[in-house]
């Protein structure tokens, strides 16, 4: 009986994809919880756990990769086709998210006045803080760009220093819409516009944090020589996701911002 190579490996049973499926379900709950009870300490919890099962994840995702060497090159292939369609998936949550905002702002209902923003909303100065963490994305599209160019000419120096202002000025970018929330003068309540301006906004901040985790891994993994210029498919779909998350800002400041005044 011959024997024929194929190039899958079949997976360890792991306790994680249904642990992290029942997280982002409490997620959910502590969520509401937090909107009408003012309760944050379940979802304060809850996204530590998420934290927590995702370094897990990703140490045995690294394990099957780099000590096992069971990532070929058709398995990176297929990981390179599903990240494509996660990216479309998330691209289609932000289209609900554009399509809510302008079908109510280019034609406001009588419930808002018939105005938009609705009266009495002072909206942010879309010159000050919005500008300028639309300049620190962009700024850090181009320093992740600089990274995967240094890393392809084999370069380690160059590209974990740019990788390190990557993930500083995506650190910056959430601090500045951090305050940006604090001195905001109304609420996720108030009215369809404040619930619609924070769910499009705050979402994408998840998933700058998602993103700078992603690089920070990354970093690491160039620093331990996980990494080289043949072989980085961790770091090719972080740039991936991290350029998403850069193009997305630029519709949501063009949107929710530029446009509200």
């Given at each position: 009986m011959m024997k024929y190579n194929q190039p899958y490996f079949i997976l360890n049973l792991s306790p994680w994809p249904?642990?992290?499926?029942?997280?982002?379900?409490?997620?959910?709950?502590?969520?509401?919880?937090?909107?009408?009870?003012?309760?944050?300490?379940?979802?304060?919890?809850?996204?530590?756990?998420?934290?927590?099962?995702?370094?897990?994840?990703?140490?045995?995702?690294?394990?099957?990769?780099?000590?096992?060497?069971?990532?070929?090159?058709?398995?990176?292939?297929?990981?390179?086709?599903?990240?494509?369609?996660?990216?479309?998936?998330?691209?289609?949550?932000?289209?609900?998210?554009?399509?809510?905002?302008?079908?109510?702002?280019?034609?406001?209902?009588?419930?808002?006045?018939?105005?938009?923003?609705?009266?009495?909303?002072?909206?942010?100065?879309?010159?000050?803080?919005?500008?300028?963490?639309?300049?620190?994305?962009?700024?850090?599209?181009?320093?992740?760009?600089?990274?995967?160019?240094?890393?392809?000419?084999?370069?380690?120096?160059?590209s974990i220093m740019f990788m390190n202002l990557t993930i500083i000025l995506s650190i910056y970018f959430l601090i500045l819409q951090m305050i940006e929330y604090k001195e905001a003068t109304f609420t996720f309540s108030d009215s369809i516009f404040g619930s619609s301006f924070y769910m499009a906004t705050g979402f994408h901040g998840m998933h700058v944090l998602i993103g700078t985790m992603f690089l920070l891994l990354n970093l690491i993994r160039m620093k331990n020589l996980h990494i080289s210029f043949i072989h980085h498919i961790s770091f090719e779909l972080a740039v991936w996701y991290w350029h998403f998350i850069d193009i997305i800002w630029l519709f949501l400041y063009m949107t929710f911002y530029w446009w509200n005044n």
């Open positions: 249904i642990l992290m499926s029942m997280n982002i379900f409490n997620m959910m709950m502590s969520n509401i919880m937090m909107l009408n009870f003012k309760f944050n300490y379940f979802m304060m919890m809850n996204l530590m756990i998420m934290i927590l099962i995702s370094i897990l994840w990703w140490r045995d995702i690294i394990r099957e990769s780099t000590y096992q060497g069971n990532h070929n090159f058709y398995i990176m292939n297929i990981i390179k086709f599903s990240m494509i369609l996660f990216i479309i998936s998330e691209m289609f949550l932000f289209i609900s998210f554009f399509w809510n905002f302008l079908h109510n702002s280019l034609a406001p209902s009588i419930e808002l006045g018939l105005n938009w923003p609705p009266k009495n909303i002072k909206f942010f100065n879309p010159m000050l803080i919005p500008l300028l963490n639309t300049i620190i994305l962009l700024t850090s599209s181009f320093t992740v760009t600089l990274t995967h160019f240094f890393l392809l000419n084999n370069n380690k120096k160059n």
